[in-house]
């Protein structure tokens, strides 16, 4: 019951420290991963008009700012509290790192509630064919953050520098995005780099949340890579963000 | 007060445990710590603070104070050594330990977006305080440090003094057994610092222990109870201001100029008394000089064969 109560506070202090700051907030979560679905509909031109690829976009964009929020913004918030002192602040209290871990990721999360509803609403808006099957759509969301997340504590944790962090952060979260088959097919990934392509988090992402918004639930096997990256990433960012030094 | 050293010498201070545990507050054994360049910070410190005592750890920039500090608030794993507090392995529970302290890091930043208020309210919070408890704390420490005025303002908009002041306001939430302060007044004004140190006063007189470092020399004479003197990275003299200073053979001080020569460097000398003094004033025929008890800055020269940096003995106001 502690925990969950030093959670929710590392989870009020960052959310009062952003709550004035909206503007930029949405902007990061949605106006970008938005524009690009619009993008990708653009250049795809005549295949733009199928279905699937609209389905496609729609959910590529929903990965993407999964990604933009769980590894660039958060990244952008743990590098931001350790390089100005303030994880010193929580350093100094009876708190455990993994709480203040936590903290952090319920915010990342509630941040991805807001950008992934807009998205569907946009989605269904512009005529997109989505009938989400919601508990699983909400599975995959989850453990996709998780998992990048994951990725965004190590960097924070190991970063060297503010620069350098933000500079790690912002190339894993477009990367991890643009290197996998999120906006296109495996197919057309050059066949040197298709087979790490088909490796990273984001490809099981962005196949589990296409399924699960035309209402399919055959994803088994993304949820559990997707289960056991986020096991993987988050237990490496536990490890080393620690409050004692060596 | 009673003091437990037994000797001063500049490389060492032996002292023996005599104190029950249940009247030591934090006992610190062989502290040694040594960084992975081969930096050896802190060589072998070892001393006993009370319940209920102030303890200032002087020493200049460098020193090993702060390295001392991070290791007793188990922001840093020593090499070697133990650090108690209230009868809690510190090196072994760093969590369990941190609950009875209250810390001001040396270095530390706030959330500029936050009110002054919802920095006390929320990290009372998570000292475990409850909602109704955490509420009162807030309101008390604001008024304690003279922050009512901005209360509702962002700390973004204060300044570096009101700051350090909040930083030590986090500190004294929850009324901690044991406050552990670095350089708590560094870069505050003298009323400020005045302000802090009536604080501080005030903890001890509802049960605090406190150690805290600086590097005013004024600020240890005048705050603290007992006052640990640290050298590259050594313990070299642990007691009462009076005990350290008696341990000076000559503990008084003859400040002068060659009155020839008025754009000489002050010249300063030590006596045995101040009959030692007033004869030499008679003999050299200085007619511009200043006399006065030896302070803990002669101590620290005497012991350390060192003159403490001079840029760091600003008045404390």
Redesign the interface.
Known sequence: M?RV??II??F??QL??????VGPFLLAAFVFPAAMYLFANGIAGVEAASEASRLRFLAGSIVFSLSLTSISWLGYLLLE?RF???L?????????PSSYIFGVLLFAIAQAGVSTTTLLLIGRALGVPISPNFPLLILVILLTILCLCGLGVVIAARARSFSQGSLLTDTLGAGLIFLAPVYYTPAAIPPVIRVFAQLLPTTFAARAVRITLTGGHAIGTDLLVLSLMALGTLALGFRLMR???? | MTATVESLSPNTVQRRSALPTSEVAVRICDLVKTYGDGTEANRGISLEVRRGEIVAVVGPNGAGKTTFLRQLTTELRPTRGSVTVFAVDAVAEPGRAKRSMGITPQEAGLFERLTVREHFELFARLKRLSRKESLVAAQQVIQDLGLGPETNKKVGALSGGQRRRILIGLSLLGRPPLLVLDEPTTGLDPSSRRDVWRLIRRAVDQGSTVILSTHYMEEAERLSDRIGVIAKGKLIAFGTLDELLSNLERSYRLSYRNPTDKLSETQVLYFASFAEVRHHIHRALLTEYSTGRASLEDVFFELSGEPFDKDETEAAG
Do not use: S
């Open positions: 502690t109560m030093d506070c590392v009020r202090i009062a420290g952003t709550r004035r700051e509290n100005t002192g303030r010193k602040l929580f350093a100094t209290l009876p708190l455990a409050w004692r030094e060596d």
